[in-house]
């Protein structure tokens, strides 16, 4: 089971962090995030000496991002809102070198790894379409059968979104429709023999989704942790400070 945590904040330190703490993963995050380029590579590289794998989770929309992620020295790509099977297709030819794919050669990752770099990137790298649209989970077989593609990474709240239900987990976890899309999910991935992979929210989350055969899991992000663990401290200093005034 691998663990993974989300990265927001736009600093290398904080990669580095993460990988001492001991994340299996850091899904740097060019999409919602405010990380740019040189900011994404310096961070792959500050997280990659404490054994943490640095992924990136690109733009929507964009398949050339995904050969740029790779070239930068990213372990794995997340690419969001892959929808359809032409979608799919699209990504991961950009991500597998010849024969899988059409991965141009180029980057400066082979000095990181030596020349072998680019015999062995297609097995040692991954790539992880998100479902996280009805859309995809109509097509979830034919998406998960395609080479290059080395699993799914769901997103439950836009799934729940995209099902006209509400963005709300007590809401939306127990519907059937919602628990008939993950589970397709599930099996399909499963069955390709590809990686079953989504985030969460709670340790009752994380518990409940390993159960449902999830792989890899992320929990919530670098800001979560900051905001939720600093607002525990600070109602905590607050609360005694009034109670011994």
């Known amino acids: 089971m691998d663990v993974g945590i989300w990265q927001t904040i736009p ?9 001492l703490m001991g994340w299996d993963w850091i899904v740097l995050d060019l999409q919602h995030g405010s990380m740019t380029w040189e900011t994404a590579y310096e961070s792959i590289h500050a997280a990659r000496p404490t054994g943490a794998r640095p992924l990136v989770r690109i733009a929507v929309g964009n398949p050339g991002e995904v050969e740029k992620a790779l070239d930068l020295g990213a372990g794995g790509v997340v690419v969001p809102m892959v929808n359809s099977l032409a979608a799919a297709q699209a990504v991961a030819r950009a991500a597998k070198y010849p024969p899988t794919g059409v991965r141009s050669l180029g ?4 000095l990181h790894c030596g020349d072998h770099y680019f015999e062995k990137a297609n097995d040692e790298t991954l790539l992880l379409v998100q479902m996280e649209h009805i859309d995809a989970v109509e097509q979830a077989e034919e998406i998960m059968a395609l080479p290059g593609v080395d699993g799914c990474f769901v997103g439950p709240v836009d799934l729940a979104l995209s099902l006209g239900l509400s963005r709300h987990r007590s809401s939306y976890e127990q519907h059937p429709a919602y628990q008939a899309a993950m589970e397709r999910i599930v ?7 590809k990686k079953t992979c989504c985030n969460t929210y709670s340790p009752e ?8 055969g999830f792989e890899a899991l992320t929990f919530k992000s670098d800001l979560d942790l900051l905001m939720d663990r600093g607002t525990q401290l600070l109602d905590c200093l607050k609360g005694n400070n ?4």
Do not use: C, E, N, V
Request: glycine fraction near 10%; proline fraction near 3%; hydrophobic fraction near 40%.
């Open 242 to 245: 009034r109670d011994s005034a």
């Open 187 to 193: 099996t399909t991935t499963l069955a390709a023999g």
């Open 107 to 110: 980057g400066d990752h082979y």
């Open 11 to 19: 600093q290398p330190a904080i990669s580095r962090y993460l990988g």
């Open 205 to 212: 989350d994380f518990a409940a989704k390993k159960a449902a």
